[in-house]
């Protein structure tokens, strides 16, 4: 089985676009830098933790393989 690259959505938002976050560093004399520091949602404008996103993101995918053995094993909930 190929292993293919997944979407990782907001885990406050579930949007799936982001913008990466630059801090700006100036020198005397050699002008600017950019430092990438991490990613903003662009749907909720909140700076992602991406450690928390994958982990949202791993729950989420199980707890839907959950929901389809309890489908084919006929177990409700309730």
Known sequence: MPL???LVPCPKCEGTDFLT???LKQKA???LITDTTGYAC?????VVDTQSALHAMT???K???LRLL????????G
Do not use: I, W
């Open 4 to 6: 293919e690259f997944q």
């Open 70 to 77: 309890e489908e084919e094993l006929g177990v409700t909930r």
């Open 29 to 31: 004399g050699a002008g």
């Open 59 to 61: 729950l989420r995918q």
């Open 42 to 46: 662009l749907s909720c404008q909140t």
């Open 63 to 65: 707890r839907e393989e």
């Open 21 to 23: 976050v630059h801090k």
